[in-house]
């Protein structure tokens, strides 16, 4: 029965063609609006979380007082993911990255040292992170030559008087191609080094960036200063799973384990649920502010179904003197309305994936699409097919019948 009915629905959809038109144009664009604004915070939330724990499948390990003081943590976490502006401290021995290396699903491990300083090319005075860049510094963040040629590649007497520097500084404050950049003096704490390479910067949250020899850190700022170490986990390997192994392995060398002090994993996670649930407020008040465009476009498909009723009064008076119930008058003007915003819901779906699988190519990213959108986007409009479906139903489904027969 029921495809009867939609049946006779599409008929008469059809049959005013421009009118089902212009009343499919309001229940579109707000279906996609809303789809578009809900996708786009994923996006952003995705962003977000990418930006201050994605790190090339790494995570750093910090010492904190207090093992059980998630807002200790939480500090700590965000010096080190921050830059590398770690507190400077001994609590750290480079000889336990060996034993970092061994433990199972570590690819590798690498100890940091990081400082903020005003440097000076030319006549430019700027602010940056300067980082001890050991052996395997470039190969552990990915680093990849833009222009010149890393330190590690020039005789160890060199090295000492050698920098680095990223896209960023280029971008930011030089204004100058990679290669012109090769040969020119930085200055860092009234020292002078020679920039021999340009990189790309693999993650945006290291910033501005200039890296010098291990030895020449050292002979700047104290000796052995380790702020923090960072281990790679191998592809395939749970990262949560391997990086607690590599802590309680750190842990239990320097005798940590049952105490109150010692190694932690570095946790984000408070501070990336506090922006997700104001990205997600957000998201919301718009979802709503737009959802009002829905009831708008709600209302003129009510107003059109009206004006259907008093266009079929006669055909609805034939039908009732034939023998047709009000419920079945009823029934045939909301699956009308229905299949109305249905249609208008599921063009504005594909719309709005569109939209959203545009911006993810265009900012690089993939993310599935959320099922639950689709389906919330198909039930909304349904339910606004019988909301405001129903009361031109109703008032077909009272015409007085000899009435409406006998009208023209």
Not at 101 to 120: L, M, P, W
Not at 287 to 297: E, R
Request: glycine residues 8%.
């Amino acid at each position: 029965m029921i495809f009867e009915y939609v049946k006779l629905s599409i008929r008469e959809l059809l049959n005013n063609k421009l009118r089902s038109f212009l009343s499919l144009i309001g229940i579109v664009i707000g279906v996609a609006v809303v789809f578009i604004i809900f996708s786009i915070s994923d996006i952003a939330n995705v962003a977000i979380t990418d930006q201050i724990t994605g790190t090339n499948g790494s995570v750093n390990i910090n010492y904190v007082k207090d093992k059980t003081d998630k807002m200790q943590i939480l500090n700590s976490s965000m010096n080190s993911s921050f830059g590398g502006m770690g507190e400077k401290s001994y609590v750290f021995d480079i000889t336990d990255l060996d034993e970092l290396r061994k433990v199972e699903g570590v690819e590798d491990a690498i100890q940091v040292a990081s400082a903020t300083e005003n440097v000076k090319v030319n006549r430019e005075t700027f602010g940056a992170s300067v980082r001890s860049a050991t052996e395997n510094f470039m190969d552990f963040y990915e680093f990849e030559m833009v222009a010149g040629l890393p330190i590690s590649a020039y005789p160890k007497e060199e090295q000492l008087n050698l920098a680095i520097v990223n896209d960023k500084i280029l971008e930011y404050y030089l204004n100058i191609p990679a290669s012109e950049a090769i040969g020119q003096k930085i200055k860092i704490r009234n020292r002078l080094f020679t920039i021999c390479g340009v990189t790309n910067t693999p993650s945006q949250q290291m910033g501005t960036l200039i890296a010098i020899s291990h030895e020449a850190y050292d002979l700047m700022y104290s000796q052995g200063t380790i702020q923090y170490f960072s281990v790679k986990v191998s592809p395939g390997s749970d990262l949560e799973t391997t990086s607690q192994l590599a802590v309680d392995r750190l842990n239990e060398i320097h005798g940590y384990t049952n105490t109150k002090n010692g190694y932690a994993l570095e946790d984000l996670s408070f501070f990336v649920q506090q922006i997700t649930q104001v990205t997600g407020i957000l998201s919301l008040i718009m979802g709503i502010i737009a959802s009002i465009s829905l009831l708008v476009a709600g209302i003129g498909v009510m107003n059109i179904m009206l004006v259907s009723v008093v266009e079929r009064t006669r055909e609805i008076g034939v039908k009732r003197a034939i023998g047709a119930s009000k419920g079945a008058i009823r029934i045939q003007f909301i699956v009308e309305s229905c299949l109305l915003t249905l249609i208008g819901g599921i063009i504005g779906v594909v719309i709005g994936i569109g939209v959203i699988q545009i911006a993810l190519v265009v900012l690089n990213m993939q993310l599935p699409i959320n099922i639950s959108y689709v389906i919330f986007a198909l039930v909304f409009s349904i339910t606004l097919g019988i909301l405001f479906g129903y009361l031109p139903s109703k008032r077909a489904a009272n015409l007085n019948i000899i009435e409406a027969i006998q009208s023209e």
